[in-house]
């Protein structure tokens, strides 16, 4: 079993700062990619930030310069920090985790997601 648990999200100000967290655990190897994604009321999910294995990381344009995503490989967990907050940030944000279930045995490749945080930016 894959379990992908985030914490953090909140109500802030336009302009404060919020820290998402996400780790997977359970029977998977070390992911080949982690990201978050977020979902604005009557919007798609688009992806916010990703980052691969190896530290490559990318970004959505409108969040370039003010997030800043980092991963820890031996624990299968990332984080987004979020500074310089708009309401144009408010969305659900779900942690994505792509990776290989070892009980599987074709080594398939495999998107995990969490339940979702929301992150929610007004005065």
């Known amino acids: 079993q894959v379990q992908v648990v985030e914490s953090g999200g909140g109500l802030v100000q336009p302009g404060g700062s919020l820290r998402l967290s996400c780790a997977a655990s359970g029977t998977i190897f070390t992911a080949s990619v982690m990201g978050w994604y977020r979902q604005a009321p009557g919007k798609g999910r688009e992806l916010v930030a990703s980052?691969?294995?190896?530290?490559?990381?990318n970004y959505t344009d409108s969040v370039k310069g003010r997030f800043t995503l980092s991963r820890d490989n031996a624990r299968n967990a990332v984080s987004l920090q979020m500074n310089s907050l708009t309401p144009e940030d408010t969305a659900v944000y779900y942690c994505n985790v792509r990776a290989v279930d070892m009980r599987d045995p074709a080594f398939r490749v495999r998107d995990y997601w969490g339940r979702g945080t929301q992150v929610t930016v007004s005065s």
């Open positions: 980052v691969q294995r190896g530290g490559t990381t």
